[in-house]
């Protein structure tokens, strides 16, 4: 099936940096979302992004819904600890095609934090 | 609310043993679905369901059986497990449509 290319694959940073990350896609979708995953735990949603060039914050993470409709990226700031996990994005395509109501899941970035 | 709930945890099968993965939420949600995680495989779609009574095939769907006869509930059945079916199982749920699906904590499925 089709994947999202979500980049970086991993990251290992200092606790206090900022990090990036992004998916790109060739199809268009009309919701963005980001999810993080702890060890043995389900994702959790972090972010949702509906309208193409949406910047919208939560916290210290802050998501953007690309204008091309084709990318989104996420920023945390200051790293902390418990920013650990992996990171999942996810799109999902407009209403009326074959592929309406399923989600594309990037295949995630592994975020570790040094103290 | 509970959210999305999944029992069981952990389950241990032996080869062509068949059961069933439940999986309730309680937000009123139409759309609930299933996925499998594997290593470097991401998340991968099983089975959806867009309300009860409702059902269809996602990416993998060969091996697994679901129903929707209410809206709180999507179980997923095994009929006769293999060890490719060794993999950790999430259900998640969303309003009408599958856009923003909230998950359930997992069931990490041994077949051996």
Known sequence: GQQLNQSPQSMFIQEGEDVSMNCTSSSIFNTWLWYKQDPGEGPVLLIALYKAGELTSNGRLTAQFGIT???????ISASIPSDVGIYFCAGHPRAGGTSYGKLTFGQGTILTVHP | NAGVTQTPKFQVLKTGQSMTLQCAQDMNHEYMSWYRQDPGMGLRLIHYSVGAGITDQGEVP?????????????????????????????????????????FGPGTRLTVL
């Open chain 1, 69 to 75: 409709r084709k990318d989104s990226f996420l920023n």
């Open chain 2, 62 to 102: 060969n091996g697994y059986n679901v129903s929707r006869s209410t809206t709180e509930d999507f179980p997923l059945r095994l009929l006769s497990a293999a060890p490719s079916q060794t993999s950790v199982y999430f259900c998640a749920s969303s309003r009408q449509g599958g856009d923003t699906q909230y």
